[in-house]
């Protein structure tokens, strides 16, 4: 006999197996759609609660000051670190897109040529006779001899002819030693 028939055969004998069998499925449905339902309703819910946090108003470039205002925004779409008041004499240390939530690694609030640079990195004077239209936030590399002395630098500011980048701590003493002799030059990255 074809197992389909079968299965007909002993479940007209024993109603009981069928009810059974959708009684379980009736179960396990109703706990998949409470489960999806309580998730749904812990997003709501933190989505419900608000915080001040402080929103630029325009597009901000490194060493801009802080044009944002307060804005109560969802937890939930909020970055770790949002400012919700700028540090006394804050400065923009990177890059900003017009809407966006200030973090505490948008800004800073120290003084001189290494208040734009990230932590860890080293800022090295230097002049380069050659460089032009250079401004800060540039991304650079900077070489001497025809070799890359710092893969990774970012100018932190412009000053007459000095250029201030911001270098990784282990390549700032070749870096300072070619602005030393004059070597240093920029290599400028689409």
């Not at 998730?39 to 819910?45: G, L, V, Y």
């Not at 980048?165 to 700032?172: I, L, P």
Request: cysteine-free; aromatic content about 4%.
């Amino acid at each position: 006999m074809h197992v389909a028939a079968s299965a007909r055969h002993v479940l007209a004998r024993r109603p009981w197996i069928y009810w059974a069998v959708v009684t379980t499925l009736a179960v396990i449905a109703a706990a998949a759609v409470h489960g999806e339902m309580a998730s749904i309703a812990a997003e709501r819910d933190r989505w419900g609660s608000t915080r001040t946090v402080m929103v630029t108003r325009h597009e901000l470039e490194p060493g801009d000051e802080i044009a944002a205002d307060l804005v109560a925004l969802p937890v939930a779409a909020i970055p770790d670190r949002a400012l919700a008041e700028a540090p006394t004499g804050a400065l923009v240390r990177q890059r900003v897109a017009a809407g966006e939530v200030l973090t505490e690694f948008d800004v800073t609030g120290r003084d001189g040529p290494a208040a734009l640079a990230e932590q860890g990195a080293v800022v090295v004077a230097l002049s380069d006779p050659f460089a032009r239209n250079v401004e800060v936030g540039l991304r650079v590399q900077v070489a001497a001899d025809g070799l890359v002395i710092a893969e990774d630098a970012t100018v932190t500011g412009v000053v007459d002819e000095v250029i201030f980048v911001a270098v990784d701590s282990s390549e700032a003493p070749a870096v300072a030693t070619a602005a030393q002799q004059g070597a240093a030059s920029l290599l400028y990255l689409p």
